[in-house]
């Protein structure tokens, strides 16, 4: 390094303006085994110490990448890994000065270099062509989607936290924009570095767990391998914050990192748009819908339930009776008939009522209501 890139004025100027710089041998942190009971004596007989549970110490520890004899390391303010060129492995695009160089800008606008080598085969499956809706990779912590970009893909790192603790990496994802919901879909490709990957995610509000089992978390994906894929898929009613938190598995090392890649999207719920909403039940209060929904269900009437039902509610019910034959549809409607309201009432926002199907298939059926722009719609037929 000195007598290479460091032997370059430019660089050190770069160095010297952008990072506070400083090294440490390997040796001093533990990592060269056959030194370790040797300097342990002389810190002892010397009466000197070297804190290695210090943040700085424990970030360089996380960042040695294995078998690697030295490593340039970049560190934010925080103690955040944002670069890793291992001493060997200088190779294009970082080969020489001009690639350290790269090496250093790089880190700085957040591209994680020396970590991205480590997705790069297996990589995350991209759209055919090129779409406004997908953004470049990003390291940011916040990812927001909209309709206009339901798509955005993210890049970071995570930690092996030990057997029974938590250290997550975060990423805050907005779907605020979709009012009516949908289905929140974040495919992850782990790299190919030792540690495997833990993926939880948690309502927005949640304060994440720092050791156990992470009870509140709404969905997970454990233990991905090194090179593997995990999906993660979870459907809301409504726009809201997510936090999904990625950590090494507890299986793993403590203390080793490694990458992964989130492709994160949102499929909206098909709430309203498919088709119009039929005047006759707009604005009308719940029990006026549930009763024409009961009737219309007694005929299998599609014509009249269509409109009252939000689009995944509406693939259930055309799934359930689409292609029936008509003298099956006679029986059935005949035995519709018979159906009686068991009960009904307000649950928060929403209205639910069973109703109960003379020899049907299951004898009882639930239904439940909500408000989309001021009416009342069925989203869930069970």
């Known amino acids: 390094m000195r007598a290479g890139v460091l032997s370059d004025d430019q660089i050190i100027e770069f160095l010297n303006e952008n990072f506070i710089n400083t090294w440490v041998p390997n040796s001093e942190l533990g990592r060269v085994r056959s030194l370790q009971e040797p300097i342990a004596k002389r810190r002892e007989r010397e009466s000197k110490t070297f804190d290695t549970t210090h943040a700085l110490a424990q970030a360089i520890m996380k960042g040695w990448k294995k078998y690697s004899p030295a490593d340039s390391l970049v560190l934010s303010t925080e103690f955040e890994l944002m670069g890793r060129l291992p001493v060997n492995e200088r190779i294009s695009p970082y080969n020489g000065a001009n690639g350290y160089l790269l090496f250093l800008t790089e880190a700085l606008d957040g591209k994680l270099p020396g970590f991205r080598e480590e997705t790069a085969k297996p990589s995350l499956e991209s759209d055919s062509e090129s779409s406004p809706e997908l953004d470049a990779m990003s390291k940011d912590s916040k990812v927001k989607l909209t309709r206009e970009i339901p798509k955005r893909e993210v890049l970071n790192i995570f930690r092996a936290p030990g057997n029974g603790l938590q250290d997550y990496t975060v990423i805050e994802i907005d779907t605020t924009a979709f009012k009516s919901g949908g289905m929140l879909t974040i495919d992850i490709l782990v790299g190919n570095a030792e540690p495997m990957g833990s993926f939880d995610l948690y309502d927005g509000d949640t304060e994440l767990p720092r050791q156990g089992m992470p009870h509140e978390a709404l969905t997970s994906v454990w233990d991905v391998p090194p090179g593997k894929r995990g999906t993660i898929k979870y459907r809301f009613d409504e726009g809201k914050v997510f936090k999904l938190g990625a950590t090494g598995s507890w299986f793993s090392q403590k203390g080793s990192t490694n990458a992964f890649w989130a492709k994160i999207?949102?499929?909206?719920?098909?709430?309203?748009?498919?088709?119009?909403?039929?005047?006759?039940?707009?604005?009308?209060?719940?029990?006026?819908?549930?009763?024409?929904?009961?009737?219309?269900?007694?005929?299998?009437?599609?014509?009249?339930?269509?409109?009252?039902?939000?689009?995944?509610?509406?693939?259930?019910?055309?799934?359930?009776?689409?292609?029936?034959?008509?003298?099956?549809?006679?029986?059935i409607s005949q035995m519709l008939s018979q159906i009686q309201i068991l009960s009904s009432e307000y649950v928060g926002d929403e209205f639910h009522f069973r109703l109960r199907v003379p020899a049907g298939a299951p004898p009882e059926v639930s239904v439940k209501m909500r408000k989309v722009e001021g009416s009342w719609f069925i989203y869930e037929v069970e």
């Open 265 to 331: 999207s949102v499929e909206p719920n098909q709430a309203l748009e498919a088709k119009e909403v039929s005047s006759a039940h707009l604005g009308q209060p719940a029990e006026d819908v549930m009763n024409a929904f009961v009737e219309a269900f007694k005929k299998l009437d599609a014509e009249i339930i269509d409109p009252m039902l939000t689009g995944d509610a509406r693939e259930t019910f055309e799934g359930d009776f689409e292609g029936m034959p008509e003298d099956v549809r006679t029986q």
